[in-house]
């Protein structure tokens, strides 16, 4: 979902400004993201789930680069409640509630389902999900606990310098895919696969050759056939 990302217990402002200054760091977008969270129906807790709070404007002109289609909830601190996307089992066994929240820490919003989403990058498959944007859980005194970095030629290394706590985990694209290329098993698929092309240009040369051979084998027949009824050779070529 980025070039880079880092997670934390909690990244302070001064921690996002000397990532965001790093040669080749175009954006860092905040998110809080907590398994410990829960959806709540007139202030009854209904279900245990996972609460992801995202900057969608600084994320969205990253997704649309990088090409993740990944829907992200409005941004913004208008009045009432907070646009959310839920997933999709959520959506469907919540949606008629009109007085939803998301609740974790001592933080309880106040949610309107506008969307579902599937998967959202960092979040273990099988959790029910509730993403929603920044701002109320910013204004709920949350730190981002995940940075998405926007800089495809940023390092690890200057990442892990900027951030200076050996506790975060840094993980860049560069890192992953070179980790991809190293995988035994995509080094024997790579195998397999040049090996199919090989064996399906062997097997295409002697088709062509098969061809040839059977057509000339064909064709004496033919010339033979028109010689016994009196054609010269050359009118039989």
Request: net charge negative; aromatic share 6%; charged share 20%.
């Amino acid at each position: 979902g980025a070039d880079a990302r880092l997670e934390g217990f909690g990244f302070d402002d001064a921690t996002v400004d000397r990532l965001a200054e790093l040669p080749g760091v175009n954006t860092v977008i905040r998110s809080y993201q907590t398994t410990d969270a829960d959806l709540r129906i007139e202030g009854i807790t209904a279900r245990p789930v996972a609460m992801v709070a995202v900057d969608s404007a600084a994320y969205a002109p990253l997704l649309r680069r990088v090409g993740l289609d990944l829907p992200l909830p409005p941004s913004g601190t208008a009045s009432g409640p907070t646009g959310a996307l839920l997933s999709p089992a959520l959506a469907q066994g919540f949606g008629d509630n009109r007085d939803l929240s998301v609740q974790w820490d001592s933080s309880n919003v106040e949610i309107e389902i506008v969307g579902t989403i599937d998967r959202f990058p960092g979040v273990a498959p099988g959790w029910d999900l509730v993403v929603i944007p920044y701002e109320p859980a910013e204004a709920g005194g949350a730190s981002p606990t995940v940075l998405f970095i926007d800089g495809p030629e940023v390092s690890r290394d200057a990442l892990r310098t900027a951030v200076g706590d050996e506790l975060v985990s840094v993980a860049t694209r560069a890192d992953r895919l070179a980790e991809l290329g190293d995988n035994p098993l995509t080094r024997l698929i790579l195998l397999a696969f040049r090996i199919g092309l090989i064996a399906l240009g062997a097997y295409s040369v002697l088709a062509i050759l098969l061809g040839l051979v059977l057509g000339a084998d064909r064709r004496g027949r033919v010339v033979s056939y028109l010689r016994t009824l009196g054609l010269s050779q050359r009118q039989s070529y």
